[in-house]
Protein backbone atom coordinates (compact mmCIF):
# COMPACT_ATOMS: atom_id res chain seq x y z
CA UNK A 1 0.00 0.00 0.00
CA UNK A 2 1.06 3.36 -1.10
CA UNK A 3 0.60 5.89 2.34
CA UNK A 4 -0.42 9.07 0.92
CA UNK A 5 0.07 12.51 2.77
CA UNK A 6 -1.09 16.21 2.08
CA UNK A 7 2.21 16.62 0.60
CA UNK A 8 1.47 13.92 -2.47
CA UNK A 9 1.87 15.23 -5.71
CA UNK A 10 1.37 12.35 -7.61
CA UNK A 11 0.34 8.85 -6.53
CA UNK A 12 -0.11 6.07 -9.28
CA UNK A 13 -1.47 2.49 -8.49
CA UNK A 14 -1.93 -0.49 -10.13
CA UNK A 15 -1.08 1.60 -13.57
CA UNK A 16 -1.11 -0.71 -16.61
CA UNK A 17 -0.27 0.36 -20.50
CA UNK A 18 -0.66 -2.00 -23.29
CA UNK A 19 -1.50 -1.54 -27.10
CA UNK A 20 -3.88 -4.04 -29.51
CA UNK A 21 -1.38 -5.94 -31.85
CA UNK A 22 -2.37 -8.81 -34.32
CA UNK A 23 -1.47 -11.56 -31.97
CA UNK A 24 -3.65 -9.64 -29.08
CA UNK A 25 -2.54 -7.11 -25.93
CA UNK A 26 0.81 -6.22 -25.33
CA UNK A 27 1.44 -4.97 -21.85
CA UNK A 28 3.98 -2.45 -21.92
CA UNK A 29 3.97 -1.29 -18.17
CA UNK A 30 2.40 -3.58 -15.90
CA UNK A 31 0.49 -2.87 -12.39
CA UNK A 32 3.11 0.04 -11.68
CA UNK A 33 2.44 1.81 -8.24
CA UNK A 34 4.32 4.45 -6.98
CA UNK A 35 4.36 7.88 -5.35
CA UNK A 36 6.12 11.31 -5.18
CA UNK A 37 6.14 13.44 -2.51
CA UNK A 38 6.44 17.55 -3.02
CA UNK A 39 10.19 18.33 -3.30
CA UNK A 40 10.81 14.58 -3.71
CA UNK A 41 12.82 12.82 -6.97
CA UNK A 42 11.64 9.48 -7.99
CA UNK A 43 14.17 8.20 -10.39
CA UNK A 44 12.98 5.19 -12.59
CA UNK A 45 15.60 2.92 -13.99
CA UNK A 46 15.77 -0.20 -16.98
CA UNK A 47 16.55 -0.99 -19.26
CA UNK A 48 15.70 0.35 -23.25
CA UNK A 49 12.32 -0.87 -24.02
CA UNK A 50 11.28 -1.46 -20.45
CA UNK A 51 8.38 1.11 -20.26
CA UNK A 52 9.60 4.22 -18.24
CA UNK A 53 8.49 6.24 -21.00
CA UNK A 54 4.99 4.76 -21.30
CA UNK A 55 4.48 5.31 -17.33
CA UNK A 56 5.11 8.89 -17.88
CA UNK A 57 3.58 9.02 -21.09
CA UNK A 58 0.87 7.65 -19.49
CA UNK A 59 0.35 10.24 -16.73
CA UNK A 60 0.83 13.11 -19.06
CA UNK A 61 -2.45 11.99 -21.20
CA UNK A 62 0.42 11.80 -24.25
CA UNK A 63 0.39 7.60 -24.92
CA UNK A 64 0.91 7.38 -28.84
CA UNK A 65 -2.25 5.97 -30.72
CA UNK A 66 -3.96 2.63 -29.71
CA UNK A 67 -2.29 2.95 -26.25
CA UNK A 68 -4.68 2.14 -23.06
CA UNK A 69 -3.72 3.24 -19.35
CA UNK A 70 -5.62 1.19 -16.83
CA UNK A 71 -5.45 1.46 -12.59
CA UNK A 72 -4.94 5.30 -11.28
CA UNK A 73 -2.71 8.26 -11.49
CA UNK A 74 -3.79 10.95 -9.66
CA UNK A 75 -1.89 14.78 -9.11
CA UNK A 76 -2.95 15.73 -5.65
CA UNK A 77 -5.89 13.79 -5.33
CA UNK A 78 -7.23 14.58 -8.67
CA UNK A 79 -7.83 11.23 -11.47
CA UNK A 80 -5.88 12.17 -14.06
CA UNK A 81 -6.23 8.67 -16.26
CA UNK A 82 -9.14 8.66 -18.88
CA UNK A 83 -9.96 12.76 -18.51
CA UNK A 84 -10.92 14.04 -21.89
CA UNK A 85 -7.76 16.02 -24.32
CA UNK A 86 -10.06 19.07 -22.83
CA UNK A 87 -9.95 18.34 -19.68
CA UNK A 88 -6.20 17.51 -19.37
CA UNK A 89 -5.09 20.65 -21.53
CA UNK A 90 -5.14 23.05 -18.39
CA UNK A 91 -3.45 20.48 -16.05
CA UNK A 92 -0.57 19.59 -18.89
CA UNK A 93 2.35 22.14 -18.73
CA UNK A 94 0.78 23.88 -16.07
CA UNK A 95 0.33 21.78 -13.57
CA UNK A 96 2.87 18.77 -14.57
CA UNK A 97 5.21 19.21 -16.98
CA UNK A 98 7.44 17.33 -19.09
CA UNK A 99 11.29 17.59 -20.11
CA UNK A 100 12.22 14.73 -22.62
CA UNK A 101 15.86 13.83 -24.08
CA UNK A 102 15.63 16.10 -27.09
CA UNK A 103 14.83 19.26 -26.86
CA UNK A 104 15.25 20.08 -30.89
CA UNK A 105 11.96 17.78 -31.11
CA UNK A 106 9.96 20.27 -28.55
CA UNK A 107 10.64 23.38 -30.03
CA UNK A 108 9.93 24.83 -33.13
CA UNK A 109 13.01 25.94 -35.46
CA UNK A 110 11.43 28.86 -37.33
CA UNK A 111 10.30 30.64 -33.91
CA UNK A 112 12.49 32.37 -31.79
CA UNK A 113 12.55 30.52 -28.05
CA UNK A 114 11.58 33.48 -26.20
CA UNK A 115 8.49 33.47 -28.31
CA UNK A 116 7.56 29.65 -27.65
CA UNK A 117 8.07 30.18 -24.00
CA UNK A 118 6.03 32.76 -23.83
CA UNK A 119 3.54 31.77 -26.08
CA UNK A 120 3.19 28.38 -24.08
CA UNK A 121 2.94 30.48 -21.20
CA UNK A 122 -0.09 32.95 -22.15
CA UNK A 123 -2.08 29.92 -23.01
CA UNK A 124 -2.46 28.71 -19.96
CA UNK A 125 -2.40 32.54 -18.11
CA UNK A 126 -3.73 35.54 -19.16
CA UNK A 127 -1.48 38.33 -19.56
CA UNK A 128 0.17 40.64 -22.17
CA UNK A 129 2.85 39.81 -24.22
CA UNK A 130 4.94 42.56 -22.22
CA UNK A 131 4.30 40.82 -19.05
CA UNK A 132 5.10 37.01 -20.69
CA UNK A 133 8.11 37.97 -22.30
CA UNK A 134 9.35 39.71 -18.84
CA UNK A 135 8.06 36.51 -16.50
CA UNK A 136 10.43 34.36 -19.47
CA UNK A 137 13.41 36.34 -19.17
CA UNK A 138 13.24 35.73 -15.87
CA UNK A 139 13.27 31.89 -16.27
CA UNK A 140 15.45 31.99 -18.88
CA UNK A 141 17.90 33.84 -16.40
CA UNK A 142 16.75 30.98 -13.36
CA UNK A 143 18.00 28.03 -15.65
CA UNK A 144 21.53 30.17 -16.60
CA UNK A 145 21.19 31.29 -20.09
CA UNK A 146 23.82 34.22 -20.19
CA UNK A 147 22.74 37.21 -21.58
CA UNK A 148 18.98 36.36 -21.50
CA UNK A 149 17.14 39.68 -22.77
CA UNK A 150 19.35 39.15 -26.00
CA UNK A 151 18.59 35.25 -26.22
CA UNK A 152 15.32 35.74 -26.25
CA UNK A 153 15.55 36.59 -29.41
CA UNK A 154 17.48 33.91 -30.53
CA UNK A 155 16.38 30.72 -33.13
CA UNK A 156 16.72 26.85 -30.96
CA UNK A 157 19.65 26.22 -33.34
CA UNK A 158 21.62 29.06 -32.23
CA UNK A 159 22.08 27.24 -29.02
CA UNK A 160 24.35 24.59 -28.01
CA UNK A 161 22.39 20.89 -26.55
CA UNK A 162 23.14 21.73 -22.99
CA UNK A 163 21.56 25.32 -23.32
CA UNK A 164 18.90 24.09 -25.45
CA UNK A 165 17.65 21.43 -22.52
CA UNK A 166 18.01 24.65 -20.12
CA UNK A 167 15.28 26.49 -22.53
CA UNK A 168 13.12 23.46 -22.18
CA UNK A 169 13.43 23.73 -18.68
CA UNK A 170 12.47 27.09 -18.79
CA UNK A 171 9.57 26.70 -20.64
CA UNK A 172 8.54 23.42 -17.90
CA UNK A 173 9.18 25.51 -14.81
CA UNK A 174 7.38 28.60 -16.27
CA UNK A 175 4.63 27.93 -14.62
CA UNK A 176 5.32 26.51 -11.78
CA UNK A 177 4.30 23.30 -12.06
CA UNK A 178 3.90 20.59 -9.11
CA UNK A 179 5.06 17.95 -10.72
CA UNK A 180 8.43 17.73 -13.33
CA UNK A 181 8.66 14.71 -15.14
CA UNK A 182 12.53 14.20 -17.02
CA UNK A 183 12.66 11.54 -18.99
CA UNK A 184 16.39 10.95 -19.65
CA UNK A 185 17.05 14.22 -20.13
CA UNK A 186 20.83 14.75 -19.90
CA UNK A 187 21.30 11.13 -22.10
CA UNK A 188 22.97 12.99 -25.11
CA UNK A 189 24.71 15.20 -23.21
CA UNK A 190 28.52 15.00 -22.28
CA UNK A 191 29.22 14.53 -18.74
CA UNK A 192 30.24 17.83 -17.51
CA UNK A 193 26.89 19.45 -19.77
CA UNK A 194 24.91 16.99 -16.95
CA UNK A 195 26.18 17.62 -14.19
CA UNK A 196 25.11 21.12 -14.14
CA UNK A 197 21.87 20.42 -16.00
CA UNK A 198 21.21 17.84 -12.91
CA UNK A 199 22.30 20.53 -10.39
CA UNK A 200 20.23 23.23 -11.78
CA UNK A 201 17.24 20.70 -11.45
CA UNK A 202 17.82 20.24 -8.04
CA UNK A 203 18.20 23.73 -7.23
CA UNK A 204 14.94 24.75 -8.93
CA UNK A 205 13.46 21.42 -7.36
CA UNK A 206 14.71 22.85 -3.60
CA UNK A 207 13.30 26.36 -4.51
CA UNK A 208 10.22 25.32 -5.77
CA UNK A 209 9.30 22.06 -4.01
CA UNK A 210 8.22 20.57 -7.16
CA UNK A 211 7.50 16.54 -7.45
CA UNK A 212 9.60 15.46 -9.83
CA UNK A 213 9.96 12.08 -11.89
CA UNK A 214 13.11 11.33 -13.05
CA UNK A 215 13.56 8.80 -16.09
CA UNK A 216 17.25 7.29 -16.88
CA UNK A 217 18.63 4.09 -18.10
CA UNK A 218 22.00 5.10 -16.40
CA UNK A 219 22.18 4.20 -12.63
CA UNK A 220 24.72 6.59 -11.49
CA UNK A 221 22.35 9.91 -12.49
CA UNK A 222 19.98 8.16 -10.22
CA UNK A 223 22.18 7.48 -7.12
CA UNK A 224 22.81 11.49 -7.21
CA UNK A 225 19.24 13.05 -7.90
CA UNK A 226 16.79 10.26 -6.71
CA UNK A 227 15.04 9.70 -3.17
CA UNK A 228 13.44 6.88 -4.20
CA UNK A 229 14.04 4.35 -7.35
CA UNK A 230 11.65 1.72 -9.30
CA UNK A 231 13.31 -0.33 -11.29
CA UNK A 232 12.03 -1.71 -14.52
CA UNK A 233 12.25 -4.76 -16.58
CA UNK A 234 9.70 -5.31 -19.62
CA UNK A 235 7.09 -3.17 -17.61
CA UNK A 236 7.74 -4.97 -14.51
CA UNK A 237 8.48 -3.15 -11.32
CA UNK A 238 11.32 -5.56 -10.39
CA UNK A 239 12.23 -3.70 -6.95
CA UNK A 240 11.44 -0.16 -5.37
CA UNK A 241 13.27 1.47 -2.30
CA UNK A 242 14.78 4.17 -1.03
CA UNK A 243 18.24 5.09 -3.66
CA UNK A 244 19.82 3.79 -0.64
CA UNK A 245 18.03 1.12 -0.11
CA UNK A 246 18.71 0.24 -3.56
CA UNK A 247 22.27 0.82 -3.89
CA UNK A 248 23.58 -1.05 -0.73
CA UNK A 249 20.67 -3.67 -0.50
CA UNK A 250 19.06 -4.59 -3.85
CA UNK A 251 16.67 -7.39 -2.84
CA UNK A 252 16.33 -8.57 -6.76
CA UNK A 253 19.00 -10.47 -9.39
CA UNK A 254 18.21 -7.50 -12.24
CA UNK A 255 18.83 -4.93 -9.74
CA UNK A 256 22.47 -6.14 -8.88
CA UNK A 257 22.87 -7.05 -12.76
CA UNK A 258 22.81 -3.60 -12.77
CA UNK A 259 24.47 -2.50 -10.04
CA UNK A 260 27.24 -4.91 -11.21
CA UNK A 261 27.73 -3.41 -14.17
CA UNK A 262 28.59 0.12 -13.08
CA UNK A 263 32.02 1.31 -12.72
CA UNK A 264 33.16 0.81 -9.12
CA UNK A 265 35.28 3.49 -7.05
CA UNK A 266 38.18 1.13 -6.15
CA UNK A 267 41.49 2.32 -3.94
CA UNK A 268 43.44 1.87 -7.22
CA UNK A 269 43.52 5.48 -8.65
CA UNK A 270 44.81 4.24 -12.21
CA UNK A 271 41.50 1.73 -12.05
CA UNK A 272 39.43 4.97 -11.17
CA UNK A 273 41.06 6.87 -14.02
CA UNK A 274 40.36 4.16 -16.60
CA UNK A 275 36.59 3.86 -15.70
CA UNK A 276 35.94 7.33 -15.39
CA UNK A 277 37.46 7.41 -19.05
CA UNK A 278 35.39 4.78 -20.24
CA UNK A 279 32.39 6.83 -19.15
CA UNK A 280 33.55 10.18 -20.76
CA UNK A 281 34.02 8.26 -24.12
CA UNK A 282 30.85 6.95 -23.95
N1 LIG B 1 3.32 3.11 -30.41
C1 LIG B 1 3.61 1.94 -29.83
N2 LIG B 1 2.84 0.86 -30.03
C2 LIG B 1 3.11 -0.32 -29.43
N3 LIG B 1 4.14 -0.53 -28.60
C3 LIG B 1 4.95 0.50 -28.36
C4 LIG B 1 4.74 1.78 -28.96
N4 LIG B 1 5.71 2.59 -28.53
C5 LIG B 1 6.50 1.87 -27.72
N5 LIG B 1 6.05 0.62 -27.61
C6 LIG B 1 6.63 -0.47 -26.81
O1 LIG B 1 6.47 -0.18 -25.44
C7 LIG B 1 7.54 -0.74 -24.68
C8 LIG B 1 8.01 0.25 -23.67
O2 LIG B 1 8.55 1.37 -24.34
P1 LIG B 1 9.12 2.64 -23.59
O3 LIG B 1 9.29 3.67 -24.64
O4 LIG B 1 8.29 2.96 -22.42
O5 LIG B 1 10.53 2.10 -23.10
P2 LIG B 1 11.65 2.90 -22.30
O6 LIG B 1 11.87 2.17 -21.04
O7 LIG B 1 11.30 4.33 -22.23
O8 LIG B 1 12.93 2.66 -23.26
P3 LIG B 1 14.10 3.67 -23.69
O9 LIG B 1 15.12 3.57 -22.58
O10 LIG B 1 14.61 3.09 -24.96
O11 LIG B 1 13.54 5.04 -23.85
C9 LIG B 1 8.60 -1.14 -25.69
O12 LIG B 1 8.62 -2.55 -25.77
C10 LIG B 1 8.13 -0.56 -27.01
O13 LIG B 1 8.44 -1.40 -28.07
MG1 LIG C 1 12.11 6.06 -23.06
Not at 9 to 18: M, T
Not at 57 to 84: D, F, H, Q, T
Not at 113 to 123: H, N
Amino acid sequence: MTSVSSDTVLEVEHLSVSFPTSRGTSTVVDDSSFTVEAGRTVGIVGESGSGKSMTSLAIMGLLPGGGRAVGSAKLKGKELLGLSDRAMRPIRGDRMAMVFQDPLSSLNPFYTVGLQIAEAYRSHRKVSKQAAKKIVIAALDRVGIPDPERRYNHYPDQFSGGMRQRIMIAMAICLEPELLICDEPTTALDVTVQAQILGLLSGLQKENGMGMVFITHDLAVVSEVADEVLVMRHGVTRERGTTEEIFTQPKDSYTRALLDALPRITDDPDAVMKETGEEHRS
